[in-house]
């Protein structure tokens, strides 16, 4: 681990990189002339392909090399950012995963079909020629000597110029003696093999040139060809290129100095940004995990020292001990943000997302996100990536309607998907809306009838039948698409959220749209829960799924020995004496009480002996041997160095409404 | 499991080695060994959390050094009884992979003995027949003065116990 495998480091440097490019290009597509954003495609591309090179991808920095030279002349200004390079730019990157994964692949075929389109998009953008390589091209060169500028040259010379007796070699040399110069020869006007005439000229040039002399020196060059030639000479940064054939003696001053004062400004800029990422410190999880377990040990040790602190006499042992206390809790609540990140990292994979869907389904979707500052776990924000990416789909496939049908319902042609986070106590909720069709509550019906997961003609109340599209195999899309509708859907994604201690919810008004809530704890590492003893054992219920605690009369005990149930404001609560469910096999408390807890609309009421208090402790999950135990979510350690089980509500709240099905069966 | 997995389990734990290094221990009078490179660390008995609802052989969780560990009791694996603890009572934590995972697990014992070698020539794998307990449990027998020392195989100790319940885990 101290040693980590270059190549894997310079996967993911890559892999974060690309996520970097194609946010900026996904951004490009809204607003097409974003000069930060281009140049922050331009860089990233430019060190993809920097390190690339440098770690052996060979395959990945010479494809990679072709979008940042197009993205250098847009960058330029050479030619506009068009959608078309914006996407062409967009699959390649795609394909430079691709490359990235398996650098040994048979790619060829692809990247050249590839670099077509690409080539095609800039052409397109009706700016002259792409570029066959020749030279590593084009870090920003920022000149700081005094009289040293940069120069950009392209010349074409007229076809019969050999028969004249020109040597465009002879000028390319002459050019070099002016200076540092990079050559690219322009094939772009290259005719099939079949229809070139090898004695015409068909290549053109394009001359980067750093040179001390003055513009009119360059000019020379080509003195005697000038006239029937075409050339372009313009000073590299920032000056639009002068388009002038013929000499023209005025941009020189004032433009040096623009020149110069745009330069170190851009300079400052890059340097921001680059201290900026600086700060950031990349740790393994498990490092993090580790020290989190150190603190939790910390913590113990600490409180242990408290309890010894407050028995003795001796005033500075208390003083030590109280600094102490907070030295460890503070330590603890630094340990809790260092694993925080924002759901930014998880929204933004979805522009992409929706980016491609519009393209396939042909519907106008906006997606809309909120709240992205919001901190979430990580391991939080890696497990819903997927139940995202599903409930996304899902709107957009099933919800949103054709740009037609949604102006024939009064609707503008462009559906909304808003994804939004934001933070209540200890949780964060997520919700995923659309204003597209609703959910058709007949097929969700007549599915759920023909597969039989509910009885033909079953009454069930709206929230009910919604749930339906949570059960195994539950599928409405008629068609199979490419999206969705394969019925390893809803389910999984419940399972998930569940997984994560978290609940789903799901509100859809016909033509109206639906919204779909998922409220997740911010951190599975920790949890406010109520510490409660039953028999001789203490036990922690998620303080979340806590909605009351009520004392259970001796009579309500008694009577309810037949049924049990206790009447809670008008409605009947059915619960579980915890002390039989665990068998502990000791007399009840003389005053029990019972904890109600709730999942959405379910209830159940657990009675425990004693409740003890909240607690707030680091989770430790059960290891494999206890799998099987479902009751319990996880353990915790308690102040005293010993264990106390996490209940698992849910399962609980099965358990109560299994037992009150029985009751009701039993009349 | 059947003869030839067993068999394969005999020749895997001396990986073709004429020794092996064992800590020995007793259970209700019986001799065990486990392999000494299991074994992360011997602990005095600590407050035990019971686990209502568990299989009776892991019935219950310790702290180990802020891991909340499962505690074993592999005499009612094999069928003996459990006994009250002693002043030689100790816990012995191994490190097993079930399921490529690394698991830590505490042993209850009612003695640890000490680190010695066992040699393969004095070993032998368990009878098919005349045995109180389930063969398959067992990785060999090594005749060491008058008395057996059992190693027991805690692979299948602890793995078909999960199989039998692995389908009840939540996929992810």
Redesign the interface.
């Known amino acids: 681990m101290s040693n980590p495998d270059p190549i894997s480091v310079f996967r993911t440097e890559a892999a974060e990189l690309l996520e970097q490019i194609e946010s900026g290009l996904l951004d490009l597509t809204r607003s097409l002339d974003d000069r930060d954003q281009i140049d922050a495609v331009f860089r990233g591309l430019h060190t993809l392909k920097g390190s690339g090179a440098m770690f052996g991808f060979d395959a990945l920095a010479a494809f990679t090399h072709h979008c940042e030279t197009a993205f250098d002349r847009v960058r330029k200004g050479d030619v506009p950012a068009t959608h078309e390079l914006v996407s062409a730019v967009l699959s390649a990157q795609d394909h430079m995963r691709a490359l990235l994964e398996t650098p040994n692949g048979d790619h060829d075929a692809m990247s050249t079909s590839l670099l077509d389109n690409l080539h095609r998009a800039v052409n397109g953008a009706g700016s002259p020629a792409p570029v066959a390589v020749a030279a590593t091209a084009a870090a920003p060169v920022k000149e700081d000597a005094g009289g040293m500028r940069e120069w950009r040259i392209r010349f074409r010379l007229p076809a019969n110029a050999m028969a004249n007796g020109t040597n465009p070699l002879g000028l390319l040399d002459e050019m070099r003696d002016l200076g540092d110069c990079k050559i690219v020869a322009d094939i772009s006007q290259v005719p099939d093999l079949a229809t070139l005439e090898p004695r015409d000229m068909h290549l053109g040039w394009d001359v980067a040139l750093k040179t001390d002399r003055p513009r009119a020196d360059i000019e020379d060059v080509f003195i005697f060809v000038m006239d029937d030639m075409e050339l372009e000479i313009a000073e590299i940064a920032g000056e639009k290129p002068a388009a002038a054939p013929k000499p023209v003696e005025t941009p020189a001053a004032k433009a040096v100095v623009v020149a110069e004062r745009e330069a170190p400004a851009i300079q400052a800029a890059n340097d921001s940004k680059q201290n900026k990422s600086a700060e950031n410190v990349r740790v393994p999880a498990e490092r993090l995990d580790e020290m989190m ?2 603190v ?2 910390l913590v ?1 040790a600490q409180s242990r020292l408290t309890q010894l602190a407050g028995t003795a006499a001796d005033l500075g042992l208390r003083s030590v001990s109280e600094e102490i206390e907070r030295l460890s809790g503070e330590l603890r609540d630094t340990m809790m943000v260092l694993r925080m990140m924002p759901v930014a990292s998880l929204f933004s994979r979805f522009r992409r997302l929706v980016h491609d869907l519009s393209r396939e389904t042909g519907k106008e979707i906006e997606l809309i996100t909120e709240g992205e500052t919001t901190e979430v776990d990580k391991t939080v924000i890696d ?1 819903l990536a997927d139940p995202l990416v599903h409930l996304v789909r899902n709107s957009i496939d099933h919800g949103l309607e054709k740009p037609e049908e949604r102006l024939a319902a009064g609707k503008e042609a462009k559906g909304q998907v808003i994804l939004s986070a934001h933070q209540t106590g200890g949780e964060v909720i997520i919700t995923i809306k659309d204003d597209g069709r609703g959910i058709n509550r007949e097929r969700v019906r007549a599915k759920a009838e023909s597969s039989g997961i509910i009885q033909p003609g079953a009454t069930l109340t709206d929230q009910d039948l919604l749930q339906l599209i949570f059960q195994p195999g539950f599928s409405t899309a008629q068609a199979v698409t490419n999206l969705s509708g394969r019925g390893v859907g809803m389910d999984v994604v419940k ?2 959220v569940e ?1 994560l201690r978290g609940t789903i919810d799901i509100v859809s008004k016909p033509g109206e749209g639906s919204t779909v809530s998922l409220r997740i704890p911010l951190t599975l590492a920790i949890i406010e829960g109520l510490l409660v003893r039953v028999g001789q ?1 203490c036990y922690v219920i998620p303080l979340s799924a806590v909605e009351e605690c009520l004392e259970l009369s001796l009579e309500d005990d008694l009577r309810s020995r037949g049924r049990s149930f206790i009447s809670l404001r008008d409605s009947l609560v059915p619960f579980l004496r915890l002390r039989e ?4 096999g000791t007399e009840p408390d003389q005053h029990q009480k019972v904890v109600v807890i709730s999942t959405g609309s379910e209830r159940v009421g657990l009675v425990v002996d004693q409740i003890i208090g909240d607690h707030q402790t680091v989770i ?13 979510s996880g ?3 308690l102040g005293d ?5 996490i209940l698992d509500v849910t399962h609980l709240i099965a358990v109560g409404q299994h037992q009150e099905a029985q009751l009701r069966a039993a009349g | 499991m059947s003869e030839a997995a067993r068999k394969l389990d005999y020749e895997t734990i001396w990986g073709g080695e004429e020794e092996l290094s064992v800590l020995t221990f007793n259970l209700n009078g019986e001799t065990f060994a486990i392999e000494a490179i299991v074994v992360q660390e011997i602990l005095d008995l600590l407050p035990e959390t019971h686990v209502p609802g568990s299989k009776s052989f892991v019935s219950s969780v310790i702290n180990f050094r802020g891991k909340v560990i499962p505690l074993a009791d592999i005499r009612l694996a094999f069928g003996m009884d459990a006994t009250e603890t002693t002043i030689d009572s100790r816990i012995v934590v191994i490190e097993l992979d079930l399921d490529d995972e690394a698991t830590l697990i505490g042993l209850r014992t009612d003695k640890v003995n000490e680190v010695t070698t066992l040699p393969k020539l004095a070993s032998e794998p368990p009878p098919s027949v005349g045995m109180r307990w389930r063969a398959d449990y067992i990785n060999c027998l090594v005749k060491r003065g008058g008395e057996f020392i059992i190693v027991p195989n805690l692979h299948a100790i602890f793995s078909s116990k999960r199989d039998r319940t692995g389908a009840a885990q939540v996929p992810n």
Do not use: C, N, Q
């Not at chain 1, 430790?620 to 319990?632: A, E, G, I, Q, R």
């Open positions: 377990d150190r939790g040990e113990i497990r399972k998930t997984a054992g469910l665990f068998r502990t430790k999950s059960m290891s494999k041997l206890h799998h099987d135990v479902v009751t319990f353990a915790t350690i160095g010993s264990v106390a089980l």
